[in-house]
């Protein structure tokens, strides 16, 4: 709990008190590898910080091919974010590659936050811009970068990434086949 604590320190004003009394709120969860976190069609009612491992996000299109949409790392925050505001089923899966540390941050918890923390608003909204941004970064690379580009970018959104994920994951999260994801890795290709 403590490196959840210090985050919430980086990122607000935020005093013993307030922090003891939001912390017991959270719930701190280990996930072993592969262990799903959030399920489609299931309203998600938590958000998760990452202490350590590594959480990706799936999304399954019509024809039931499974597509790799995001991977989140240590010390960020992570849900079907949307869904999680509007209380509508998620659309999205999320599962741990790693045995992945978490805190749970239930929806009471969330709540009591902006009720209670001087600065709860502002936690919620570094939380909201950081997914805002993260999202049109994404969008941006998929149709305004070539797949070498996004291929040579992906180290700088996530360190260390070729060690600790599958390279069928990456190549699906960077739009491309793995045969493509081997020749870029290879530099035989664009």
Avoid at 38 to 48: A, C, G, M, Y
Wanted: proline share 4%.
């Amino acid at each position: 709990m403590q490196q959840f604590r210090d985050s919430l320190k980086q990122m607000i004003q935020i005093g013993n008190d307030e922090l003891d009394a939001f912390t017991t709120r959270c719930i701190a969860k280990t996930f072993n590898r592969y262990d799903v976190l959030s399920r489609p069609n299931v309203v998600p009612n938590e958000i998760f910080f990452i202490n350590s491992g590594i959480i990706r996000v799936t999304v399954t299109d019509n024809d039931g091919a499974e597509h790799t949409v995001h991977f989140a790392l240590e010390n960020q925050f992570i849900a079907d974010y949307s869904c999680f505001i509007m209380k509508q089923p998620s659309v999205y899966t999320l599962q741990s590659l790693e045995n992945t540390e978490t805190v749970i941050l239930p929806r009471s918890a969330v709540e009591w936050g902006y009720k209670n923390l001087l600065q709860g608003d502002k936690l919620g909204r570094l939380i909201a811009e950081f997914y805002f941004i993260y999202q049109d970064n994404r969008i941006r690379n998929l149709y305004a970068r070539t797949p070498k580009e996004r291929y040579d970018n992906i180290t700088e959104v996530f360190p260390d990434i070729h060690n600790r994920v599958p390279q069928h994951m990456i190549a699906s999260y960077l739009g491309i086949t793995p045969v493509h994801l081997s020749r870029l890795k290879k530099g035989n290709t664009k």
